[in-house]
């Protein structure tokens, strides 16, 4: 079992431009959960993905937009990028099956110069 | 609004000894909690998951407890190494019916010492 996989690993952008980072659950979860890690904070809640539909979303401005595709894999979007979206971009996986226990990838780290 | 908050902040100790860390939530309706590390510039590591309605669980070394009702939890690590050095994260889920979004606290960083 590979677990989550996210990529790419790291990632330079200049602002305004716009960026796609991808997950892969781990298998036999069907729940995409995308969260924003800012250095020395925890983890925020960005929006979170369930038979291909947005089911939950935290404080984030609509530049954030995701998908979720038929085999569960996911995308999170960012649009007209600030600097203040250089963090690390965290992607968990579950299940109702597993109560919902978190799995998490090892992140996209993205950098707006 | 839920918030969860970690204490202490860092805590350094020598090989051996036995830790506490805290975590505490200001609404208690939640789905379950989960604890989890993360090493430097690295994603997290699930370490321990417990559901709204058990009040402990135990892996290995470590065991964490949940009360609800006082809205606290604590990740107990016994006879601590080095290899232990990291951020310790704790985690609420939200009811399971809107979503199960997980807040976090800002963390402890533990430093075991040889």
């Known amino acids: 079992d590979a677990g989550v996989t996210q990529s790419p690993t790291h990632l330079i952008k200049t602002r305004g431009q716009q960026v796609t980072l991808r997950c892969s659950p781990k298998?036999?979860?069907?729940?995409v959960s995308w969260y924003q890690q800012a250095l020395g904070q925890g983890p925020q809640f960005i929006f979170q993905?369930?038979?291909?539909?947005?089911?939950q979303r935290g404080n984030f401005p609509d530049r954030f937009s995701g998908h979720q595709f038929p085999n569960y894999s996911s995308e999170l979007n960012v649009n007209a990028l600030l600097l203040g979206d250089s963090a690390l971009y965290l992607c968990?996986?579950?299940?109702?099956?597993?109560?919902?226990?978190?799995?998490f990838g090892p992140g996209t780290r993205l950098t707006v110069t | 609004k839920q918030e969860v908050t970690q204490i202490p902040a860092a805590l350094s100790v020598p090989e051996g000894e036995n830790l506490v860390l805290n975590c505490s939530f200001t609404?208690?309706?939640?789905?379950?909690l989960q604890w989890f590390r993360q090493d430097p510039g690295k994603g997290l590591t699930s370490l321990l998951l417990?559901?709204?309605?058990?009040r402990e669980q135990t892996s290995g070394r470590l065991n964490a407890s949940l009360d609800k009702s006082s809205g606290r939890s604590t990740l107990y690590i016994a006879a601590s190494q080095p290899g232990d050095s990291a951020t310790y994260l704790c985690?609420?889920?939200?009811?399971?019916?809107?979503?199960?979004?997980?807040?976090f606290g800002k963390g402890t960083t533990l430093s075991v010492s040889s």
């Open positions: 993905y369930y038979e291909e539909e947005e089911r």
């Open positions: 985690a609420v889920g939200g009811s399971n019916q809107a979503g199960t979004a997980l807040i």
């Open positions: 298998s036999g979860h069907d729940t």
């Open positions: 968990a996986s579950s299940s109702d099956r597993g109560g919902y226990e978190q799995y």
């Open positions: 417990i559901q709204s309605s058990q």
């Open positions: 609404d208690s309706a939640i789905y379950n």
